[in-house]
């Protein structure tokens, strides 16, 4: 079974800020060897995490890791992100939805974020 994987970060008014995690999600699908990496964004940015689970959805995936590319365990990662993926998971019944760890301030970002995948796949 294929995991997708959803690099989801907060979002910017910035366009450019937007574009960086975008550039982020596909060095960690070129560094990983994954084929379904999307980028999703809470607030001020496109897709929604809605948004990119439905396009993984659409192309088959079943099995869902959402990475947050957040520094630390703050409001949205302890309540927002939950709720969120608890109504994604009511709606989409046949879909495996789970996150892994926050960044934590890491400054080897894509190494940080090639290790949660993996570490978040063993499981």
Same mark, same amino acid.
């Given at each position: 079974m294929t995991t997708g994987i959803i690099v989801f970060a907060h979002g910017s008014r910035l366009e450019p800020a937007n574009e960086a995690v975008r550039a982020i999600a596909r060095q960690l699908a070129a560094a990983g060897g994954f084929a379904t990496v999307e980028t999703a964004f809470l607030e001020l940015g496109e897709p929604s995490l809605e948004g990119a689970v439905?396009? $993984?959805v659409a192309r088959g995936v079943? &099995?869902?890791?959402?990475?947050?590319?957040?520094?630390? $365990?703050?409001i949205h990662l302890e309540? &927002?992100?939950?709720?969120?993926i608890n109504r994604l998971a009511g709606r989409f019944r046949s879909v495996k939805i789970r996150a892994s760890a926050p960044l934590d301030g890491h400054l080897a970002l894509v190494d940080v974020?090639?290790?949660?995948?993996k570490a978040a796949m063993d499981t």
């Open positions: 439905e396009a $993984l079943h &099995d869902i890791l959402v990475v947050p590319y957040f520094l630390t $365990l703050g309540r &927002d992100l939950p709720s969120i974020l090639l290790d949660r995948v």
